[in-house]
């Protein structure tokens, strides 16, 4: 469990699977994360909100972001590329939260600059595991860069 005096983190993830939101969202409520968890569910509506568009007008900038690899319009690979190109984008760390453990997802994925590759595990109590060591990961060892 994390104390409540943590700095709450801004999140946002983009995941187009809803039993997979439920559970991170259960999983860092259940572990006492102090976070603020965003959720999109593409590459498209996530450079919305990124770039505080339309209906995304005054969201505030993630912390981090944790990305799905397999979704539809812009898959998690695109917006990896598109992020990193961005100069005003391209400093927010990202975590790669899929299921696919193929060697080419996870080989682009580092050469497009993500933080860390994790495969999401398929039962829940390894899941909510997971999730709870990204959540002791971002809060307690991971420092971002100021925005811009």
């Not at 799905?68 to 961005?86: F, H, S, T």
């Not at 580092?110 to 595991?129: L, M, N, T, W």
Request: proline share 7%.
């Amino acid at each position: 469990m994390f104390s409540s005096d943590t700095t709450p983190i801004e999140i946002l993830l983009v995941e187009d699977t809803e039993a997979d939101i439920l559970l991170t969202e259960e999983a860092f409520a259940a572990a006492g994360i102090a976070n603020r968890l965003h959720v999109v569910r593409d590459g498209v509506e996530a450079l919305a909100f990124l770039r505080q568009e339309g209906r995304y007008a005054g969201a505030p900038r993630p912390d981090v972001i944790l990305l799905d690899i397999n979704m539809p319009r812009m898959n998690g690979l695109e917006l990896l590329a598109v992020l990193k190109r961005d100069p005003t984008l391209m400093t927010i760390p990202v975590i790669i939260l899929t299921t696919s453990q193929a060697e080419e997802d996870i080989l682009r994925s580092y050469q497009a600059h993500a933080a860390s590759y994790v495969v999401k595990p398929i039962d829940f109590g390894r899941f909510y595991e997971a999730i709870q060591a990204l959540g002791r990961y971002m809060l307690t060892i991971v420092r971002v860069p100021p925005p811009g």
